[in-house]
């Protein structure tokens, strides 16, 4: 039986988690922690959880950022920032996940920071609108990107993700996720686009990101350069996702083999951009200040 420990603050949730090192862990919405039994994985002697503090549920929206605490959930997330017209991505990611009941209490830190979770959906779509994080331990705070967060947090010291810092841009976003039963509430593969439409109707600055597929989240760099300058045409950007997607070595998993995820890919980047053609062309227009 696991002990927990509820701190008010973030020094206190810090300083039990350096004393207790190997032996305890963050918990935060607690929907991997529960379900560890299941994947024979051993439960920590003590969880830290994070929901009594305050400054992990807030969220901050200005005109230049928006800045989301890391105790806030995917439900919260999503009635939150639903009316922020770019993050229309992100908000299908938090609203689509899962299942409801899980959505309530699953939070955006715990999807972000759970290594061993590879079907979250959030994290594309935070990569494709350049997402900052924010860490801190007993030492110091630093704000790094998503992607070198998800490439060194295995080898951090004791410390908690406090927040996500999306610079507001002038673009559209959209989510696509591909479930099946076998896998229950995750998805076997994830495709998050953001991308500036200029005037002309072509793409401009383009940000593609996919989960699920290996095991770590990324963004897919050669695609996002290959539809630079194209018309916003989901089937054209199917073909060149085609082209491109054996740069991907898929993750085997017993609810799917890892070349299906590689196969399917194209399909979703497809599907993602069929949501952004329908969007008013008005929207993620840039406007050159020239």
């Given amino acids: ?5 509820q701190p008010v603050t ?3 949730a810090l300083a039990a988690l350096s004393d207790l090192g190997a032996q305890g862990a963050v918990m935060a919405g607690g929907t991997w922690i529960m379900r560890a039994p299941l994947r024979q994985e051993p439960m920590a002697r ?7 503090i305050p400054t992990l549920h807030q969220i901050e929206i200005t005109e230049t950022h928006v800045r989301i605490g890391s105790g806030i959930t995917h439900a919260g997330l999503a009635e939150e920032l639903h009316e922020i017209l770019e993050l229309r991505g992100l908000v299908a990611a938090a609203s689509g996940s899962a299942n409801p009941a899980v959505r309530q209490v699953a939070t955006l830190g715990g999807n972000i920071c759970t290594s061993g979770f590879y079907a979250a959906d959030l994290v594309p779509a935070l990569l494709c609108q350049n997402a900052e994080v924010d860490v801190e331990t007993l030492q110091d705070r630093q704000r790094m990107s998503l992607q070198t967060f998800l490439e ?3 080898a951090l010291p004791a410390y908690l993700l406090t927040g996500v810092l999306i610079p507001r841009r002038p673009v559209i976003s959209a989510h696509a996720r591909l479930p099946l039963r076998k896998a229950g509430d995750y998805p076997v593969t994830i495709v998050s686009a953001a991308v500036e439409r200029r005037a002309d109707g072509t793409i401009g600055d383009a940000a593609i990101g996919v989960g699920s597929v290996e095991m770590t989240a990324r963004r897919w760099r050669r695609l996002e350069e290959a539809v630079l300058g194209l018309p916003l045409n989901a089937r054209r950007i199917e073909k060149c996702a085609t082209d491109l997607a054996e740069e991907f070595i898929g993750r085997d998993g017993p ?3 890892g070349w299906y995820r590689v196969q399917v890919l194209p399909a979703l980047v497809r599907r993602a951009f069929e949501n952004l053609e329908k969007l008013s062309p008005e929207e993620g227009r840039h406007v050159d200040p020239h």
């Fill in 1 to 5: 039986m696991s002990d927990l420990y």
């Fill in 10 to 12: 973030i020094a206190a």
């Fill in 46 to 52: 003590t969880y830290v959880a994070t929901w009594r």
């Fill in 152 to 154: 060194v947090r295995g």
């Fill in 255 to 257: 609810e799917t083999p």
